[in-house]
DNA sequence: TTTTGATATCGTAATATTGCAATATTAAAA
DNA sequence: TTTTAATATTGCAATATTACGATATCAAAA
């Protein structure tokens, strides 16, 4: 009890679920938005940004890194997060997949 | 403690995050999947069809109903589960802004 | 080499989610 | 009216998530 049973449900459910739920938190995001909006790499100004504490800053980015969506560079003492426009490109056409083939036309 | 802090979000990072959020449950993605593919209105056949208890697959249509994307009409003692098209629609679209503004183009 | 600054990890508390059995509810059928 | 079938609701146990303080790590600066 109390654990999602993935065994009942097809690869492709559980693999859109998991994108669905990365995204489903505000701070995450805010994240992808912020790190988005500088062109040059940025850090960890997100804790200042989002006002969230440093260590649930960066426990989110591991999230979203985990994931693939953001790619994470050492940069001296720094850490350089950027979205993976790959894998961001891929999703947008899984999701828009989704949407396509489930709708339907009944009521 | 534990409790999302929605407070230092804006509202439509609240609102994008709550949609992702009801969609990253297989069983949530599943039921839209099944649901989309009768094209006459089915009702709780969800429960063979998924293989979760009839109380929790009657939990996971009220979170899909409350946020609106199904639409459920009373058919004599059975209930008619429909995607709601039009909220359906505008959800895509908010989405693919959401992946279009979104693009970093460091690193 | 010591200090400093940026980030990660650990431990823990508070809360949310998932799932189900048991029990309502309610409309048609008998 | 009683039964039956479909669905909703309640109560609860198991687990997951969110958040943060306290530490650890580790590279550059002093």
């Given at each position: 009890m109390g654990t999602t049973k993935t065994q009942i449900f097809t690869q492709k459910q559980n693999e859109l679920a998991q994108y669905f739920k990365v995204l489903g938190h505000p701070a995450r995001v805010a994240i992808l938005q912020?790190?988005?909006?500088q062109n040059a790499c940025i850090c960890n100004d997100?804790?200042?940004?989002?006002?969230?504490?440093?260590?649930?800053?960066?426990?989110?980015?591991k999230e979203l890194k985990t994931i693939g969506l953001l790619k994470g560079e050492v940069e001296g003492k720094r850490m350089c997060y950027c979205i993976n426009l790959e894998l961001w490109t891929t999703l947008q056409n899984e999701l828009n997949t989704f949407f396509n083939t489930t709708k339907s036309n009944c009521c």
């Open positions: 912020y790190v988005s909006q997100l804790v200042e940004e989002i006002g969230l504490a440093q260590a649930t800053i960066s426990q989110h980015l």
